[in-house]
């Protein structure tokens, strides 16, 4: 059974850092694409950045260039999300997503084919 697991959420003021991670247990993050996905109170669920299979490339949404980044370990099948310079903006609930049909690095939260549970941020100002 494959299950993805967020934690590293929390409160932050304005300003701050956040590192969220995501294990995942039952599936090898090894060549998979690795996406990070949020979604705020009353909005539709938005693309953060997505890592690719082979940890090469990165892309990420306008909203977080430059203040966001997405690694990963393998040796621990684990893909981080670094936020930095964190906004009140950036409240949602963070949701990692891995991609086995398809290698491609995509921002389509519609080609992922698994999911954690969430993880809350929420930054004050």
């Known amino acids: 059974q494959v299950q993805l697991v967020e934690s590293g959420g929390g409160l932050v003021q304005a300003g701050g850092s956040l590192r969220l991670s995501c294990a995942a247990s039952?599936?090898?993050?090894?060549?998979?694409?690795v996406g990070w996905f949020r979604q705020a109170p009353g909005q539709e669920r938005e693309f953060v950045g997505v890592?690719?299979?082979?940890?090469?490339?990165?892309d990420y949404a306008d909203s977080v260039k430059g203040r966001f980044t997405i690694s990963r370990d393998n040796a621990k099948n684990t893909v981080y999300l670094q936020m930095n310079s964190l906004k009140p903006e950036d409240t949602a609930v963070y949701y990692c997503?891995?991609?086995?049909?398809?290698?491609?690095?995509?921002?389509?939260?519609?080609?992922?084919?698994?999911w954690g549970q969430g993880t809350q941020v929420t930054v004050s100002s």
């Open positions: 997503a891995a991609r086995v049909t398809g290698v491609g690095a995509t921002p389509l939260a519609h080609m992922y084919n698994y």
């Open positions: 039952g599936l090898t993050f090894r060549s998979r694409a």
């Open positions: 890592i690719s299979g082979n940890g090469g490339s990165t």
